[in-house]
């Protein structure tokens, strides 16, 4: 089977650093994604990891270690708009078209 | 290219009626996926595609069927509406490629109540 941990809500303030953390346990790891969804939309891409290490995409970074199972997303000088749910997903199975497995995710609120 | 399209919207239901929820993408994407999202959590996947006339069931198929007679078509029918099946109900697509990084691209989604 799978399982993937996140936090349920996380609270930070605007022009801070907060980060997020993802747990998983699968089988067939190919690979893990951040997703951002604000509230009544469709989830949006954020970033990919399938080696080991940090991913730095502008104000987002996405770091990964596969032995650990661990990943997590850091975002930094936070605005009001980044409040929004955080879900880390994981593929299973070969190429790029493996199903994503998803997390709970986490609920950032961002405050002034 | 209008991407993934989902139809209805918002849907509201009786227990025990039927419905389809509509997904058609214009990208020519060959896996196509539907997924469940109950409030306050994350998606789970009822069933996906390989390609036409293939489909395959993921976490949570019960209460759902689906067909795949076109690339671009990917309906998830709902027989017999019960009140566990109120959820948001997301459409997504990719294309294979040797790119292991490209994101599935999401519908924005079909909320489904049933009462």
């Known amino acids: 089977g799978q399982n993937i941990d996140q936090p349920t809500e996380m609270t930070a303030t605007e022009g801070a650093i907060v980060q997020i953390n993802c747990t998983y346990q699968?089988?067939?790891?190919?690979?893990l994604f951040w997703y951002q969804q604000h509230a009544g939309e469709a989830p949006t891409f954020l970033s990919y990891?399938?080696?080991?290490g940090l991913e730095e995409k502008g104000r987002f970074s996405s770091f990964l270690s596969r032995s650990k199972g661990y990943s997590y997303l850091l975002l930094k000088e936070l605005q009001m708009k980044d409040s929004a749910s955080y879900l880390c997903?994981?593929?299973?199975?070969?190429?790029?078209?493996?199903?994503?497995?998803f997390g709970q995710g986490t609920t950032l609120q961002v405050k002034p | 290219n209008a991407g993934v399209t989902q139809t209805p919207k918002f849907r509201i239901l009786k227990i025990g009626q039927s419905m389809t929820l509509q997904c058609t993408q214009d990208?020519?994407?060959?896996?196509m996926y539907w997924y469940r999202q109950d409030p306050g959590m994350g998606l789970k996947l009822i069933y996906y595609?390989?390609?036409?006339?293939?489909?395959d069931k993921g976490e949570v198929p019960n209460g759902y069927n689906v067909s795949r007679s076109t690339t671009e078509d990917f309906p998830l029918r709902l027989e017999l509406a019960a009140p566990s099946q109120t959820s948001v109900y997301f459409c997504?697509?990719?294309?294979?490629?040797?790119?292991?990084?490209?994101?599935?691209?999401f519908g924005n989604g079909t909320r489904l109540t049933v009462t």
């Open positions: 997504a697509s990719i294309r294979q490629t040797s790119s292991y990084n490209s994101p599935l691209h």
């Open positions: 699968t089988s067939g790891f190919n690979g």
């Open positions: 595609s390989v390609g036409a006339g293939i489909t």
């Open positions: 990891n399938v080696l080991d």
């Open positions: 997903a994981v593929r299973k199975g070969s190429g790029n078209t493996g199903k994503l497995i």
């Open positions: 990208m020519n994407h060959n896996y």
